[in-house]
């Protein structure tokens, strides 16, 4: 079974960085590259960072039905392809979504046994401090984001898991053991168990003759 991972964040909490580093320290993940219809920002690629397609082809895509959850963010369109899914189980592997509070809802709803984690900085202070950092925003819209984020936060309860990234590698660390946790938690017991008992049997019929 395909374990779907849903990881969410107020913009400058860091998750980008975090859902980096569990794509390459945990294997068996297949990342759900999003489609767009904002543009390109410093040094991202259409197919790596997203797909990023013109506000006719998304709002055709919507009518076919291709996404499993869409959203409008600051005027541009966020979207999750359906087809993601059988990618991932076609190759054996779990998905990790990173998308907002709307799309998480949505998802949620589609998918309940989907696994949400919810990642934030540690204050205000530090979310406007590494907003400003990035050096991509206008004024208005780091202020936007900063409003959104507060809104944002309060829907952590909507989450199974919330993270907050005070520290880089204990935030990485803390991120991948709730994946191999899950993974765990959710593998058939009974088909790891039943060799093992086979064992037992095995010597079982050898005391008895």
């Known amino acids: 079974m395909t374990n779907v991972f849903i990881i969410s964040a107020p913009s400058g909490s860091g998750k980008s960085t975090l859902v980096r580093s569990l794509m390459t320290n945990v294997p068996g993940l297949k990342f759900s590259i999003s489609y767009t219809t904002r543009e390109k920002r410093g040094a991202e690629r259409d197919g790596e960072d997203y797909h990023f397609v013109s506000r006719e082809a998304f709002e055709a895509m919507l009518e076919r039905g291709e996404f499993l959850e869409w959203a409008q963010v600051f005027g541009n369109y966020y979207g999750t392809h359906r087809g993601i899914l059988d990618e991932a189980a076609a190759a054996g592997c779990d998905v990790v979504l990173d998308i907002d509070v709307q799309g998480a809802r949505q998802l949620k709803e589609k998918i309940p046994e989907a696994v949400s984690v919810f990642i934030l900085a540690p204050s205000r ?5 590494r907003l400003r950092a990035r050096g991509e925003d206008r004024e208005q819209v780091i202020l936007r984001r900063l409003g959104n984020a507060a809104d944002e936060i309060r829907k952590y309860k909507d989450y199974d898991y919330v993270l907050i990234n005070r520290e880089l590698a204990e935030a990485e660390a803390t991120l991948a053991a709730i994946v ?8 058939r017991i009974e088909d790891q168990i039943r060799p093992v ?12 003759g």
């Open 197 to 208: 008992l086979e064992t037992f049997e095995d010597r079982g019929s050898e005391a008895n």
């Open 125 to 129: 202070q530090t979310l406007e401090q």
């Open 180 to 187: 191999r946790a899950e993974r765990v938690r959710r593998t």
